[in-house]
């Protein structure tokens, strides 16, 4: 490929959708971060609960499972907004359910209506993960590979401007209209939500003002093989068995086989008189059902994009999931607990927002924009190392905040090398998860990857309040920095496999040619 000219390049960024892209990044930065992060401190604010707090954070799970209806957002377009195109239909749905949910959550005080507030932030979680998978697929469609960079540059720039505004802005504005730490104001925070959600207007008139992107033809194959039904029923049979099988060996865990071992019930008794068993049954049997040759021509469009992987990768596709399913463990199970770990530790809303998001996003950036040059330089596999053990060990600099009180130098010292290790560690896991993704199913494939990134730290992370209320905020800040052992044992089996493999290519060469 030519070198292309320096006035090539800054042509890349003055495209119209390179002005899309950056307003659809604020669009998709803003709802992550107000049900995650920011909505952490207002419950704790209001008084609820560490282990409520981080039982809520379970609500990123719908980042976590986003693939299960990805598929469907890659063929259809929707009813009625369907005329806006396949891709601006989605857009504009989920951007008016955030829109929806971030209003009625600013009319919830969680000191009285809790469980609303939480449904509401379930609602937006959800159509903001929507509003993930569409923007994707849209920057995969509506240019060529030679203007994809400068279309993510764009899309970040905007993501972490709106991650900054619904973080420490969000903290200055619950601040300013009159919600302290020592005095809870539930309309400072309803004036902050019902902000936000005006602010997504923005995205929603980008969705509707933007060129909707060509069909690719794959893509038109693929809908006439699978009809919209059967999309439909793709998703629904996977919800049942996603659902079922966790449901099935958590109701035979608590049946009473040990009565059945010992002779005092017989099969028929547990099947008449044991309701756990019973509904054990039923879960197999749904699971059963799901699995059976009718289920799995039922999950075919999204198995396809599976097994496209499995197949490329083989055993070793194992190794690869482990390694995505651990590498952001250790980070994101401690951030659950960091909002409220500063509000414990005395600092103030202003001195968290001026720290911990305004001063911590300018080093992730840094820390991102050094591990670009750096994996140019050396490669994805040491930088992906690097990363993840020092987004472990900075664990243990919250360690040592713990028995400092609020030392504004020493978060200051924590942040800067917390969010510097994970601007690089974020570096080098995007590019080595790009790196794994088949073009033929990019937004797929990229959305399950991505998704499995998340789910078990997300799992594990609902806990964390748990954590810290049984064995406090030493021993848990211990605990995430031992998170991340396991992975760096996986990235150097990978590591060391990739090696091997390259050198077997060299050798394999010069005989090729003989």
Same mark, same amino acid.
């Given at each position: 490929?030519?070198?292309?000219?320096?006035?090539?390049?800054?042509?890349?960024?003055?495209?119209?959708?390179?002005?899309?892209?950056?307003?659809?990044?604020?669009?998709?930065?803003?709802?992550?971060?107000?049900?995650?992060?920011?909505?952490?401190?207002?419950?704790?604010?209001?008084?609820?609960?560490?282990?409520?707090?981080?039982?809520?954070?379970?609500?990123?799970?719908?980042?976590?499972?986003?693939?299960?209806?990805?598929?469907?957002?890659?063929?259809?377009?929707?009813?009625?907004?369907?005329?806006?195109?396949?891709?601006?239909?989605?857009?504009?749905?989920?951007?008016?359910?955030?829109?929806?949910?971030?209003?009625?959550?600013?009319?919830?005080?969680?000191?009285?209506?809790?469980?609303?507030?939480?449904?509401?932030?379930?609602?937006?979680?959800?159509?903001?993960?929507?509003?993930?998978?569409?923007?994707?697929?849209?920057?995969?469609?509506?240019?060529?590979?030679?203007?994809?960079?400068?279309?993510?540059?764009?899309?970040?720039?905007?993501?972490?401007?709106?991650?900054?505004?619904?973080?420490?802005?969000?903290?200055?504005?619950?601040?300013?209209?009159?919600?302290?730490?020592?005095?809870?104001?539930?309309?400072?925070?309803?004036?902050?939500?019902?902000?936000?959600?005006?602010?997504?207007?923005?995205?929603?008139?980008?969705?509707?003002?933007?060129?909707?992107?060509?069909?690719?033809?794959?893509?038109?194959?693929?809908?006439?093989?699978?009809?919209?039904?059967?999309?439909?029923?793709?998703?629904?049979?996977?919800?049942?068995?996603?659902?079922?099988?966790?449901?099935?060996?958590?109701?035979?865990?608590?049946?009473?086989?040990?009565?059945?071992?010992?002779?005092?019930?017989?099969?028929?008794?547990?099947?008449?008189?044991?309701?756990?068993?019973?509904?054990?049954?039923?879960?197999?049997?749904?699971?059963?059902?799901?699995?059976?040759?009718?289920?799995?021509?039922?999950?075919?469009?999204?198995?396809?994009?599976?097994?496209? =992987? %499995?197949?490329?990768?083989?055993?070793? *596709?194992?190794? /690869? @999931?482990? +390694?995505?399913? &651990?590498?952001?463990?250790? #980070?994101?199970?401690?951030?659950?607990?960091?909002?409220?770990?500063?509000?414990?530790?005395?600092?103030?809303?202003?001195?968290?927002?001026?720290?911990?998001?305004?001063?911590?996003?300018?080093?992730?950036?840094?820390?991102?924009?050094?591990?670009?040059?750096?994996?140019?330089?050396?490669?994805?596999?040491?930088?992906? =190392? %690097?990363?993840?053990?020092?987004?472990? *060990?900075?664990? /243990? @600099?919250? +360690?040592?905040? &713990?028995?400092?009180?609020? #030392?504004?130098?020493?978060?200051?010292?924590?942040?800067?090398?917390?969010?510097?290790?994970?601007?690089?560690?974020?570096?080098?896991?995007?590019?080595?998860?790009?790196?794994?993704?088949?073009?033929?199913?990019?937004?797929?494939?990229?959305?399950?990857?991505?998704?499995?990134?998340?789910?078990?730290?997300?799992?594990?992370?609902?806990?964390?309040?748990?954590?810290?209320?049984?064995?406090?905020?030493?021993?848990?800040?211990?605990?995430?920095?031992?998170?991340?052992?396991?992975?760096?044992?996986?990235?150097?089996?990978?590591?060391?496999?990739?090696?091997?493999?390259?050198?077997?290519?060299?050798?394999?060469?010069?005989?090729?040619?003989?």
């Amino acid at each position: 490929m030519p070198r292309k000219s320096w006035r090539d390049a800054i042509a890349a960024y003055s495209s119209p959708s390179t002005l899309v892209l950056l307003l659809l990044g604020f669009a998709a930065g803003l709802p992550y971060m107000l049900v995650f992060s920011t909505l952490s401190v207002w419950l704790r604010e209001a008084g609820v609960a560490r282990d409520t707090i981080g039982f809520a954070s379970l609500i990123g799970l719908a980042y976590a499972f986003k693939w299960v209806w990805s598929p469907l957002l890659d063929q259809w377009r929707l009813p009625l907004l369907g005329k806006l195109g396949r891709r601006r239909s989605w857009l504009v749905l989920s951007q008016i359910l955030i829109a929806i949910g971030l209003a009625g959550m600013a009319l919830c005080d969680p000191q009285t209506h809790l469980t609303w507030l939480i449904s509401l932030a379930v609602l937006v979680a959800f159509a903001s993960a929507t509003q993930d998978i569409a923007v994707d697929a849209y920057r995969l469609e509506i240019v060529d590979d030679t203007r994809q960079a400068a279309l993510a540059a764009s899309y970040m720039a905007g993501y972490r401007v709106a991650a900054l505004l619904a973080t420490a802005g969000a903290l200055y504005f619950a601040e300013g209209f009159g919600s302290t730490a020592l005095l809870y104001q539930h309309g400072a925070w309803a004036g902050t939500y019902m902000l936000f959600a005006m602010l997504m207007l923005p995205g929603l008139l980008t969705s509707l003002w933007m060129r909707e992107p060509d069909v690719p033809l794959r893509t038109q194959l693929a809908a006439a093989r699978y009809g919209f039904s059967h999309q439909i029923a793709s998703v629904l049979v996977l919800i049942v068995l996603l659902v079922s099988v966790p449901a099935m060996f958590t109701q035979f865990y608590y049946t009473d086989f040990a009565s059945l071992v010992n002779g005092q019930n017989s099969l028929l008794d547990l099947l008449l008189e044991d309701r756990a068993f019973l509904r054990a049954l039923l879960y197999t049997i749904l699971s059963a059902l799901c699995l059976s040759s009718m289920g799995r021509r039922g999950l075919a469009p999204v198995l396809t994009p599976v097994n496209d =992987f %499995i197949v490329r990768y083989r055993w070793q *596709a194992f190794l /690869l @999931l482990g +390694l995505i399913a &651990t590498y952001r463990m250790s #980070d994101t199970v401690m951030g659950v607990m960091a909002n409220v770990f500063y509000i414990d530790q005395g600092f103030t809303k202003d001195q968290i927002a001026s720290v911990s998001k305004l001063f911590g996003l300018v080093m992730t950036l840094v820390g991102a924009g050094v591990g670009g040059l750096l994996i140019v330089r050396f490669g994805i596999m040491p930088i992906l =190392f %690097i990363g993840g053990a020092a987004s472990a *060990a900075t664990n /243990l @600099l919250f +360690l040592m905040l &713990t028995g400092m009180g609020a #030392d504004l130098q020493m978060l200051i010292v924590t942040i800067s090398a917390d969010n510097f290790s994970a601007g690089l560690a974020t570096a080098a896991f995007v590019a080595y998860l790009s790196s794994l993704t088949n073009l033929k199913f990019s937004a797929t494939q990229y959305a399950l990857l991505s998704s499995i990134m998340l789910l078990l730290p997300r799992l594990i992370g609902g806990y964390s309040g748990v954590m810290v209320e049984t064995f406090g905020y030493a021993q848990f800040f211990l605990v995430t920095a031992a998170l991340g052992i396991p992975t760096l044992i996986l990235i150097l089996l990978q590591w060391r496999r990739e090696r091997s493999q390259t050198v077997d290519r060299t050798v394999q060469t010069p005989s090729e040619h003989a």
